[in-house]
């Protein structure tokens, strides 16, 4: 089981709750990636949000100029809003990162449940899913060959064209990414691709059923390779005892709730709604090492899956906290996970 952590990028907070910058929030992200590469994390993905909160904005400069300062780590985005971006230029800019690697990066292309980027980049949300269904169906093809032919509606043809360069091993791991839509899963399946679940709230074994129709969809399609491989996406964060994680999570968690209250219109949850989600069976995964460890277990019971990785700064998260908590996750919860997988 690879263990990582993923992140939107997160604007710092003074305490009286002021946003202060967003290069300070890019510096932050960085000097995490190097952390965890150096205390041995499995995987990194940088996410793409446009909002002051969550700047990190372009997954493809970030994991480049991770690519450079790391040396074992994986890296990837998670997810590239491909919907609203060119699938050359996304292409290219993992490409380039994965040469500068030796071959360590990842994409992970999805819809976006963040839909800042229709309007700043003049798509209209009405075209959701035929803009990615025709950008992923490009993606792909360049990935397969160097020189590309292609005819779709949602950009230009390209004609026998050259797309480079090339990544390490002549193509990326793609993954599709998804927050837990059915028809996402059958796609992936037919498609052969690795999948990403993006599972944010309520208890993530109900997405034991996607999965199953996720490896179905493959099956039925021929694809049964190591390519059909689950990941999973969560938010939590690591303590040295479970009441110092919830203590540092949840200013954080007020925060980002707040602010999608206001800004989408959702409800504000209770104290007891953040309490059921940071325990079993929620999907928080807040709490100290065995907490931690036996909960992505629990799940992999489920799910199969190969990869969990966990977005812990949100909110104005502290950085002191974060970076311990990327060393727990590689230090001590990564080998109870695998002291638990191989009992079973």
Do not use: C
Not at 98 to 103: E, L, R
Not at 114 to 126: A, C, I, K, M, Q
Not at 328 to 339: D, N
């Amino acid at each position: 089981m690879e263990l990582g952590a993923y992140s939107f990028g997160d604007t710092p907070r003074d305490p009286d709750g002021t946003l202060r910058s967003t290069p300070e929030a890019i510096a932050n992200l960085f000097a995490a990636i190097v952390h965890a590469d150096t205390v041995g994390l499995d995987y990194f993905a940088v996410g793409e949000h446009h909002t002051h909160e969550m700047p990190a904005s372009s997954p493809g400069s970030m994991i480049a100029a991770a690519a450079g300062a790391t040396s074992r780590i994986r890296l990837g985005s998670g997810v590239s809003v491909l919907s609203t971006d060119d699938p050359v230029r996304v292409f290219q800019q993992f490409a380039t990162a994965d040469v500068i690697s030796g071959g360590r990066v990842e994409i992970t292309a999805g819809r976006g449940s963040s839909v800042e980027s229709f309007p700043l980049f003049g798509y209209d949300l009405r075209d959701y899913d035929r803009l990615y269904e025709e950008k992923l169906d490009l993606l792909l093809k360049i990935n397969a060959s160097e020189r590309v032919t292609w005819h779709g509606t949602v950009r230009s043809d390209i004609e026998d064209l050259a797309v480079v360069p090339r990544p390490v091993n002549g193509s990326l791991p793609i993954w599709l990414g998804t927050g837990g839509s059915a028809p996402s899963s059958a796609r992936a399946g037919r498609l052969g691709l690795p999948i990403s679940y993006g599972i944010i709230g309520g208890a993530p074994h109900r997405f034991a059923p996607l999965a199953e129709l996720y490896r179905a969809s493959a099956a039925q399609a021929g694809h049964t390779g190591p390519e059909i491989k689950v990941s999973v996406a969560g938010l939590g964060l690591i303590a040295p005892t479970k009441k110092e994680a919830l203590e540092r999570f949840y200013p954080g968690w007020r925060n980002m709730n707040e602010l999608m209250a206001e800004q989408r219109g959702w409800a504000t949850p209770s104290d007891d709604d953040y309490l059921a989600q940071a325990h079993a069976p929620g999907a928080y995964y807040v709490g100290d090492p065995d907490d931690v460890a036996d909960r992505i277990v629990h799940l992999h019971g489920y799910l199969g899956h190969m990869r969990h990785f966990l977005q812990m700064d949100i909110g104005g998260l502290p950085q002191e906290h974060l970076l311990e908590s990327i060393s727990l996750l590689a230090t001590e919860v990564k080998p109870r996970v695998e002291r638990l997988l191989a009992k079973k």
